[in-house]
């Protein structure tokens, strides 16, 4: 792709962003900040984790998004009998006596991890090794996943019998944790009139892997201001409770506070958002805008809050 300067690939970036919007559209009804956060995190080269009851149309999301990107898709649905070869492959004897690696389902460029906390810790960990080293490993060879590599998964916030809930630290390997809310009644009006008279959406091609590739590394290089870089930091610093930085609601209702990685992701989620929007540098508003969903799972809050019925939006809230 040749742009003049990096400002003319923003400005096409932000078409080709509101291009891709408009094509999910077409299938998706609502969600509109679900589709963003989606799509942030693709361009950020993040992995995202949704929370919400079922029949919301993830599945439906992700795969509209792995069509109009015109990327690879696989969705996996966790069990508690799933094993870590049934993602990521296994050696087999062939016919020449000789093992051969057969490709699990993790090797495409879209993967929905459908319903993460219903697998045991062991299988969870497999899924989540490949997605910080964009590789897996079997029989001690190590294989690269495709580029680019994304990874959404779900969880269903009510029925909790018999999961396996994701700790702090894997929960840390998502840029993003989306909430999906029921729609409208509009909203719901038009899904169903959508989806019940036989009409099928006709979807166009945005992008291919390759253009994604050369947006995520962009994104990378969009500069950021002093007092930006700063003030995404001390952000995050303030959810330590009593630590330097901490407010007094943090050192009330906070038992741990986010890491560094969600320092990295506030700022890559802010050059993100800009770059959506067709600004050439992020601003304090951009690093707000992303800031709930990159901290919201890396805060532990701790009775007082749930006895005052605080939750970690309402706290983060507070650090603005």
């Known amino acids: 792709m040749n742009y003049q300067s990096d400002a003319d690939a923003i400005d096409a970036f932000s078409k080709v962003y509101d291009e891709i919007r408009k094509e999910i559209s077409k299938v998706i009804v609502g969600q509109d900040e679900v589709v963003k956060s989606v799509l942030i995190s693709?361009?950020?080269?993040?992995?995202?984790?949704?929370?919400?009851?079922?029949?919301?149309?993830?599945?439906?999301?992700?795969?509209?998004?792995?069509?109009?990107?015109?990327?690879?898709?696989?969705?996996?649905?966790?069990?508690?009998?799933?094993?870590?070869?049934?993602?990521?492959?296994?050696?087999?004897?062939?016919?020449?006596?000789?093992?051969k690696f057969i490709r699990g389902p993790i090797f495409s460029n879209i993967i929905l991890a459908d319903e993460i906390n219903r697998t045991p810790p062991k299988t969870q960990a497999a899924l989540l090794e490949a997605m910080?080293?964009?590789?897996?490993?079997?029989?001690?060879?190590?294989?690269?996943?495709?580029?680019?590599?994304?990874?959404?998964?779900?969880?269903?916030?009510?029925e909790q019998e018999g999961t396996y809930p994701l700790p702090e630290a894997q929960l840390d390997r998502f840029m993003f944790n989306v909430d999906l809310g029921y729609p409208s009644f509009e909203e719901e009006l038009n899904i169903v009139k959508n989806t019940t008279s036989g009409k099928v959406a006709d979807l166009k091609r945005i992008?291919?892997?390759?253009?994604?590739?050369?947006?995520?590394?962009?994104i990378k290089k969009i500069p950021v201001s002093s007092h930006v870089l700063e003030y995404a930091?001390?952000?995050?610093?303030?959810?330590?409770?009593?630590?330097?930085?901490?407010?007094?609601?943090?050192?009330?209702?906070?038992?741990?506070?986010?890491?560094?990685?969600?320092s990295q992701f506030l700022v890559i989620g802010a050059k993100?958002?800009?770059?959506?929007?067709?600004?050439?540098?992020?601003?304090?508003?951009?690093?707000?805008?992303?800031?709930?969903?990159?901290?919201?799972?890396?805060?532990?809050?701790?009775?007082?809050?749930?006895?005052?019925?605080?939750?970690a939006e309402d706290i983060i809230a507070m650090l603005f």
């Open 233 to 262: 930091v001390k952000l995050v610093v303030k959810t330590r409770p009593q630590t330097q930085y901490a407010t007094d609601a943090v050192n009330k209702y906070l038992s741990w506070g986010a890491g560094p990685r969600a």
């Open 132 to 158: 910080q080293e964009k590789s897996v490993t079997a029989a001690g060879i190590t294989h690269a996943l495709p580029k680019p590599f994304f990874v959404l998964a779900t969880q269903n916030p009510i």
């Open 42 to 99: 693709v361009f950020s080269n993040g992995h995202c984790l949704l929370v919400g009851v079922p029949g919301l149309a993830k599945t439906l999301l992700v795969q509209t998004v792995a069509n109009v990107l015109d990327l690879s898709f696989n969705r996996i649905q966790f069990t508690p009998d799933l094993m870590p070869s049934d993602i990521i492959g296994s050696e087999i004897l062939g016919e020449d006596r000789h093992f």
């Open 207 to 218: 992008l291919n892997a390759n253009q994604i590739s050369y947006f995520q590394e962009l």
């Open 272 to 311: 993100c958002h800009a770059a959506i929007h067709g600004k050439y540098s992020p601003d304090i508003e951009d690093v707000q805008a992303v800031a709930t969903a990159i901290l919201k799972h890396r805060i532990v809050r701790n009775y007082k809050a749930e006895a005052d019925a605080l939750s």
